[in-house]
């Protein structure tokens, strides 16, 4: 229980704002993407507004940087054509709209606040298998992907247990709310993870292959973290 109030309390405490903290995943996790306010919103289901805020305070933080097409809106508004004038106003509206942000890779503390995230997730993750054990006996929990900042990872948790897929879509849910985040996740039972083994399955050959954390193992034997 103490594990989870932190993993929950942690950032938020430190960063002042839940807001801040769903952004700082965004981007820390993601430093190569760029988005703008809408998407954000949309995607963390927050109100436009204080993702705003937000996205401006970590800016003035110098912690992201943004591209507000000023190129883009120069060549639209050079056009003087007063057929063209009333368009031109509302293409440059648009792309204001969607000024696009991205992480400032040399911001002095870029890696130490990066770390800082990975390591949030990691307690997530092991919130996430006390709720599981409530209603299952898992086999085996491995966390790739987000949890270990590896983009191209086949899924970011991976489960061997016999429980209903109603329940595991609640929990997944949960972890998802926690981590501002969707979370791909991979299921099976002891049986099936068996076999994928013993036919070499290309699938479960790369997720035990890549970057992970074994959080359960009751197969292969390795010590829980």
């Known amino acids: 229980m103490l594990i989870k109030n932190i993993s929950k309390n942690m950032l938020e405490k430190l960063f002042g704002s839940k807001t801040r903290v769903k952004l700082l995943k965004i981007f820390l996790l993601n430093p190569d ?33 943004s591209d507000d097409n000023n190129s883009i809106k120069n060549d639209i508004l050079s056009n003087k054509s007063k057929v063209a004038k009333k368009k031109n106003k509302e293409e440059v ?14 911001f002095i503390l870029f890696s130490e606040i990066k770390t800082l995230i990975i390591k949030s997730q990691i307690l997530a993750g092991k919130s996430f298998i006390t709720n599981l054990k409530e209603v299952c006996q898992p086999k085996f ?5 987000i949890f270990v900042n590896n ?26 709310i926690e981590l501002g985040q969707e979370v791909n996740f991979t299921v099976m039972s002891e049986e099936e993870f068996k076999y994928r083994q013993e036919v070499a399955d290309v699938f479960l050959h790369s997720v035990l292959n890549s970057k992970k954390i074994i959080l359960v193992d009751k197969i292969f034997n390795f010590k829980e973290i």
């Open 33 to 65: 993407q760029k988005y703008y306010i809408r998407q954000l919103a949309r995607n963390l289901k927050t109100q436009v507004n204080s993702i705003r805020r937000e996205l401006n305070n970590l800016e003035d933080f110098g912690l992201l940087i």
């Open 93 to 106: 509206k648009s792309l204001k709209e969607k000024k696009y942000y991205g992480v400032n890779k040399d």
């Open 141 to 145: 929990i491995l966390l790739g992907g």
């Open 151 to 176: 983009e191209n990872a086949a899924t970011d948790v991976l489960i061997v247990a016999d429980i209903k897929q109603e329940k595991l879509i609640s929990i997944i849910s949960n972890l998802e």
